[in-house]
């Protein structure tokens, strides 16, 4: 218990309602115990009080757990303050919070009553009927491969509901349904990733879905639905279009999901909120569908160089994990990665932490092992930044995540999956093993070159030929410096002054015969001796006299 000072000093004990009500309860708010409760005028919800207990005799021990008329937790404090500024920066939130104060049986709603002078008269296009496109049968085979494929690792969709929205959709054909646009989604993405050549409708799915999800960024009514339709855009437009597009998809989401109140618990939806957003909808749904959009537009941003959507006061909390998807996990990545957040000022130490918790995760679907590897080679991008003498650990346990996400992408290729890191990790490990550019490391660019080549005769797309022809033309960049490299260092070994040419012979047989060379002075060096510059580098050789320079090392 909070203990606070009054004015003459006395330490007194923060002072609590004697009472909540079962609204404030079940939903875990403070209530300031009247009734009705200021948080139930606020929120319009019914405020019932049970009637008190009989208060038991001192000392006697109460079954009841205290944790109902307990302080909040602190997450919840935080929430509380922020919305609490959020809706007092309000105008379209004010009258409503005014009504209930003044007369709460008829406060006004929160709606943007003077938001302009009024909407203009817009003609409205008559939406692109599912149905008109693609047969019951044709839904049902692209739903099976999305459900296949892009289904355990972005689980927002619960597999039987589809199916019976489907039955339902082509039941009634002429009449049209919102949900058409997570229809469309779902079967452009079912065509893209069927291992099959594309749909013929493939293209027509997208642009209807596209139609309908412009109407949302302007509508009044937003749905879950709507934010899930959102979701699959993104994907298909991470998966097919360019950085731009499929960023402003993500933005597009997130403000979706803000609208509808997804990004807070429903115990904590903000007042501010309640003209958008879809009440009545499951709980673990709606924290599924905040945290895929989350992680694909902060990956999407980290990697395209933007920035994110940061929505303010989220109380959202991680789904649950389910059997038969690996959605968690894709969360688990994401909550990893929160640390490469660029206003994190991250020490040495927090990247290589970083390395060790992302190596620690046992993945078992390849794209979450895209994803992994895509993290790995990340971070040490960002070590590069922060430290130029990166050990020798860190740099293999690198390699090691590179390759085992070129692998994963050389199977997901040849299953024909075209998820987006296929092309990209081996792309981006291929510069890091340059960058790197140790023996180590050059060792690795033949295979994954051998790795990259195979995937782009599996997606001989411009697009893979024009990523191969420039990663092999750094390698051959790289190449010609190291041979330009060895042309000096062979032309300053031809080159000769006669005048010490004696001295020369002299000093090299002194140098052969040095203690530290041991025996190896006159025998050929196989082709794979390593030269450790560090050791020779630290030996005291007796390049000079020693009486003149007191035995000091040569650096």
């Known amino acids: ?41 606020r929120y319009e919800y019914q405020c019932t009080f049970k009637p008190h207990p009989r208060r038991k005799p001192a ?13 909040s937790p602190k997450l919840s404090d935080r929430v509380d303050a922020n919305q609490e500024h ?26 943007g009553f003077s938001w302009n002078l009024g909407p203009r008269d817009e003609p409205t296009e008559p939406f692109t009927h599912i149905t008109s496109l693609i047969s019951k049968e044709e839904m049902e085979d692209l739903a099976s491969h999305y459900l296949k494929k892009i289904h355990p690792v972005y689980a927002i969709l619960d597999p039987d509901t589809l199916r019976q929205k489907i039955v339902a959709r082509w039941h009634d054909p002429a009449t049209a349904a919102s949900f058409d646009s997570v229809l469309c989604g779902v079967a452009a993405l079912g065509s893209l990733y069927s291992g099959h050549p594309e749909h013929l409708k493939e293209g027509a799915l997208v642009q209807a879905a596209k139609e309908m999800l412009e109407t949302t960024r302007i509508s009044k009514a937003i749905l879950l639905h709507h934010a899930t339709a959102w979701i699959l855009r993104t994907i298909y437009l991470r998966s097919t279009n360019c950085p731009h597009a499929s960023w402003m998809a993500s933005c597009s989401t997130m403000h979706i999901i803000e609208a509808i109140g997804a990004h807070q618990d429903p115990e904590l939806v903000s007042l501010v909120y309640s003209d958008t957003a879809d009440i009545g909808v499951n709980d673990e749904s709606q924290r599924r569908l905040f945290w895929v959009a989350t992680v694909l537009n902060s990956w999407i941003s980290y990697e395209y160089g933007r920035s994110r959507v940061i929505l303010r006061g989220v109380s959202c909390k991680p789904p649950l994990p389910r059997t038969g998807d690996f959605t968690t996990d894709l969360i688990s990545l994401y909550q990893i990665s929160e640390r490469l957040d660029p206003d994190q000022n991250n020490k040495l130490s927090d990247l290589e932490e970083a390395l060790g918790r992302v190596e620690r995760l046992t993945l078992s679907h390849d794209a979450l092992i895209l994803s992994q590897s895509n993290l790995a080679l990340t971070i040490y991008r960002r070590l590069r930044v922060a430290s130029s003498n990166i050990s020798n650990d860190i740099i293999s346990r690198v390699i090691r995540l590179g390759n085992d996400g070129l692998d994963a992408a050389v199977r997901l290729a040849e299953d024909r999956c075209p998820w987006w890191h296929v092309a990209n990790i081996p792309f981006q490990f291929l510069c890091i093993l340059l960058a790197i550019d140790t023996r180590e490391s050059l060792s690795h660019v033949g295979a994954a070159l051998r790795s990259f080549r195979a995937i782009t005769r599996h997606y001989s797309t411009t697009t893979l030929h024009t990523a191969l022809e420039t990663i092999e033309s750094l390698v051959r960049l790289s190449q010609n410096k190291k041979e330009r490299d060895l042309m000096v260092l062979k032309d300053s070994m031809q080159q000769e002054d006669p005048g010490v040419a004696e001295q020369s012979s002299s000093t090299s047989q002194t140098f052969n015969d040095a203690s530290w060379l041991g025996a190896t002075g006159d025998m050929p060096l196989p082709d794979n001796f390593d030269w450790d510059w560090n050791v020779f580098l630290d030996t005291q050789v007796p390049f000079f006299d020693e009486g003149e320079c007191g035995g000091q090392r040569y650096r």
Do not use: W
């Open 1 to 41: 218990m909070s203990l606070n000072t009054d004015d003459c000093g006395r330490i007194r004990t923060r002072q609590r309602a004697k009472r909540a009500c079962e609204t404030c309860k079940l939903r875990k708010r403070k209530c300031d115990g009247h009734e009705p409760c200021t948080y139930c005028l």
């Open 59 to 71: 000392g006697s021990k109460s079954s009841t757990r205290p944790s109902e008329e307990q302080d």
């Open 86 to 111: 959020m809706e007092a920066n309000s105008g379209t939130a004010f009258p409503h919070l005014l009504g209930m104060r003044l007369n709460p049986q008829g406060a006004p709603k929160v709606y």
